[in-house]
């Protein structure tokens, strides 16, 4: 059996993060290398590897991820703005495989990405 990924570490608690947000489907957390002053992970505790695994079983977790995005967002008083990001497979550039949302906030983030 695969190892388990960073992320469900993080869910099992067994290594430490930034813990801002936890309900019965999802988990948020600082991410451990911002690329905004604001820089959070929303994740399901389900396992799902990435966007591209989910399936319409998944409506109800992917519907929540982006509904704790938001509320992190109002929480953590993001009133000008913010982005959500999901990467998704090595085109996508994800390199963690447990599917997650970023929510990048607190300066002007510019577009398009690269
Ligand atoms: P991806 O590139 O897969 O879309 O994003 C993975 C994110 O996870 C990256 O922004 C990276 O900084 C973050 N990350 C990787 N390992 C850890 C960790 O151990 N703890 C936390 N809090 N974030 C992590």
């Known amino acids: ?10 869910i099992d608690r067994e290594i430490p993060a930034t813990i801002i947000y936890e309900d019965d489907l999802c988990l948020a957390f600082k991410d451990v290398n911002p690329q ?3 820089h959070v992970l929303v994740i399901p505790k389900k396992e799902i590897p990435s966007l591209a695994d989910s399936t319409e079983a998944d409506e109800a977790v992917l519907g929540r991820l982006l509904s704790v995005a938001r509320k992190v967002a109002v929480d953590l008083g993001l009133t000008n703005g913010y982005r959500t990001v999901i990467n998704c497979g090595r085109d996508g550039g994800q390199s963690v495989d447990h599917l997650h949302v970023h929510l990048l906030g607190g300066r002007a983030l510019a577009w398009p990405p690269g």
């Open 1 to 10: 059996m695969a190892g388990k990924t960073i992320f469900k570490r993080i």
């Open 36 to 38: 905004a002053p604001t």
